[in-house]
């Protein structure tokens, strides 16, 4: 079963305009982590934020965290072309022994 | 290249064949994770490895799976009598974890290996 759910499922912006994707989840965690995959690839680690932390910042990422509304976003400025990938939140629970569980994803379209 | 590679990256199988997929790991990570994906979703958990030991395999899909690490470093997912049901990518990673079961790191993932089941 899949914790983490993205929304929205897809966006297209233009080169330039920043993007916001947002993840919900339900049980307490341990931490959460973005990643990013191009189609056909594995995926891409972006960046970790434990439960303790509220916001974080990686280049041109920033990623905020509330646990009390149990959600996260994932904000990337200033989007290029090469920022076009599938982008889903993990979060680490431990709940029944499993590790990562992944979102279904948001699929993001920068249009040059 | 010393990333987490899987081989082979594409195997196209008749319905009821096997299939194993082979993962090697970042060489001083102790955790490997084996995840599936099918088209528009996200990587579902199917079992995990720290060192030779498999701490997780009840998430497997059902009994035809299979996953080993016998010497703490490759694994092998072994899929028998596939079902084209069992069409997907398989991905593989692999972390450097602590003792405790809590606080999974990052994780990095080969570039995964895509079944087809004709």
């Known amino acids: 079963s899949q914790q983490g759910e993205e929304d929205p499922q897809a966006l297209s912006i233009q080169e330039g305009e920043n993007a916001t994707m947002n993840c919900s989840y339900k049980t307490s965690i341990n931490n959460l982590q973005w990643y990013r995959q191009n189609s056909g690839r594995g995926l891409v680690h972006l960046i970790l934020?434990?439960?303790?932390?509220r916001e974080k910042h990686s280049g041109r990422l920033r990623v905020t965290l509330d646990t009390s509304k149990k959600s996260s976003s994932l904000l990337i400025t200033a989007s290029r072309a090469a920022d076009t990938a599938s982008y889903f939140c993990a979060t680490d629970a431990w709940s029944g022994n499993t590790p990562l569980v992944f979102g279904k994803g948001t699929r993001l379209s920068v249009i040059a | 290249d010393t990333g987490v590679s899987q081989d082979p990256r594409h195997k196209i199988t008749k319905r009821g064949q096997n299939v194993t997929f082979r993962c090697d790991p970042i060489?001083?990570?102790?955790?490997l994770y084996w995840y599936r994906q099918t088209l528009g979703q996200g990587p579902e958990f199917l079992t995990y490895f720290q060192n030779e030991a498999q701490l997780e395999k009840s998430r497997l899909l059902s009994d035809r799976f299979s996953a080993e690490r016998p010497k703490g470093s490759f694994s092998t997912l072994e899929i028998q009598r596939t079902e084209q049901g069992d069409s997907a990518m398989y991905l593989c990673?692999?972390?450097?974890?602590?003792?405790?079961?809590?606080?999974?790191?990052?994780?990095?993932f080969g570039e995964g290996s895509r079944l087809t089941v004709l």
């Open positions: 990673a692999s972390s450097l974890g602590n003792q405790q079961p809590a606080n999974t790191g990052e994780l990095f």
């Open positions: 060489s001083e990570h102790n955790r």
């Open positions: 934020i434990r439960s303790n932390e």
